[in-house]
């Protein structure tokens, strides 16, 4: 199947730093990327869609400016985490999309300390 | 927004029994997917359910898209100890957004 990886799969920051976290499409080409967050058993909460080429689209109560998005290309969409804090500490999955089927990345930690 | 109702929240069985879960929503979605998620791990695809009244099964696992195109279960038989992890239920909204349902947490004992 198709796989979409995601760098770093952890990451431990201190507080006011920014992060930033890559996915990639490695066998397709995604129109479409999709960054969610997850908190400890919780579901998986969709934060933004990317779309390559245009502006992100945000969830509601998801602050882009706080969460900045790129999609530079058909494989790769990153996510920077501004000015972290410990409230930003969770787990952070990509997908990206064929338009058929969506394939999740394994998933970035981050740790704000 | 649309909510999915995934029940039950977690199941703890014996190993070689079967296990049924299922997600129920407030909305139609014309797409419905089963994922299983390993601690640390993105989801994993398992089942992908494109037809109202479709029954796909994939290896020992079956799940079924409701005809009211507002629910969908999934079984698993015979289960095994590989089998423990989170596994969630998703709509797909238009423009391929997904919806998750809240989770099912399995455990297996051997």
């Known amino acids: 199947g198709a796989v979409v990886s995601q760098h770093p799969s952890r990451v431990i920051c201190k507080s006011g730093t920014s992060v930033k976290i890559e996915c990639r499409s490695l066998?397709?080409?995604?129109?479409?990327m999709f960054w969610y967050r997850q908190f400890p058993k919780q579901s998986l909460m969709l934060m933004a869609t990317?779309?390559?080429?245009?502006?992100?689209?945000?969830e509601q109560g998801v602050e882009k400016d706080k969460f900045l998005i790129n999609h530079a290309s058909l494989t790769l969409s990153t996510l920077t985490v501004t000015s972290a804090h410990p409230e930003d500490s969770s787990f952070y999955i990509c997908?990206?999309?064929?338009?058929?089927?969506?394939?999740f990345g394994p998933g970035t930690r981050l740790t704000v300390l | 927004g649309q909510q999915l109702n995934q029940s039950p929240q977690s199941m703890f069985i014996q190993e070689g029994e079967d296990v049924s879960m299922n997600c129920t929503s407030s909305?139609?979605?014309?797409?419905w997917l089963w994922y299983k998620q390993d601690p640390g791990e993105g989801p994993v695809l398992l089942i992908a359910?494109?037809?109202?009244?479709e029954l796909t099964s994939n290896g020992r696992l079956t799940a079924q898209f409701g005809i009211t195109r507002k629910d969908s279960f999934l079984n698993i038989s015979a289960s095994i100890p590989s089998d423990v992890g989170i596994y969630f239920c998703?709509?797909?909204?238009?423009?391929?957004?997904?919806?998750f349902g809240a989770g099912t947490i399995l455990r297996v004992k051997s």
């Open positions: 997908s990206a999309s064929s338009g058929f089927q969506e394939f």
């Open positions: 066998d397709f080409q995604a129109t479409t």
């Open positions: 990317s779309n390559e080429g245009s502006k992100a689209t945000y």
């Open positions: 909305s139609i979605f014309n797409t």
């Open positions: 359910l494109y037809k109202a009244g």
């Open positions: 998703a709509g797909m909204e238009y423009g391929n957004k997904l919806v």
